[in-house]
């Protein structure tokens, strides 16, 4: 068994498992509960883990993940609106907090 991807997200860390369990790789969540040993031991230790079961899974499940994260929005799709300064996902074309289109700038 072998550790796939790390986060403190434990819902970034299932829909990947998810991801993995469309395409057949039997994948297992460690650490499900670890916010519940919050100060007890460091928190980078309790983060929730994605394990492939099957060693000779692993380079096809990291191959399928890497695909996903590239066609995943970006950082860089986040826009400010220049009517309120308010900050959006690249998904909308208009501020919901003035109601201004986005620009093209």
Request: charged content about 30%; proline content about 3%.
């Amino acid at each position: 068994m072998l550790k796939l991807f790390v986060s403190n997200s434990l819902i970034e860390v299932e829909s990947r498992k998810d991801i993995l369990d469309q395409e057949g790789i039997l994948c297992t969540v460690k650490n499900q509960q670890g916010s519940s040993l919050a100060g007890e031991v460091p928190f980078a230790e309790v983060f929730p883990e994605l394990w492939v079961v099957n060693d000779d899974e692993y380079q096809r499940a990291k191959d399928i993940l890497d695909k996903w994260d590239d066609a995943s929005p970006s950082e860089d799709s986040v826009w400010t609106c220049v009517g309120c300064g308010e900050q959006h996902s690249g998904e909308f074309t208009t501020c919901w907090k003035c109601g201004r289109e986005r620009t093209n700038s």
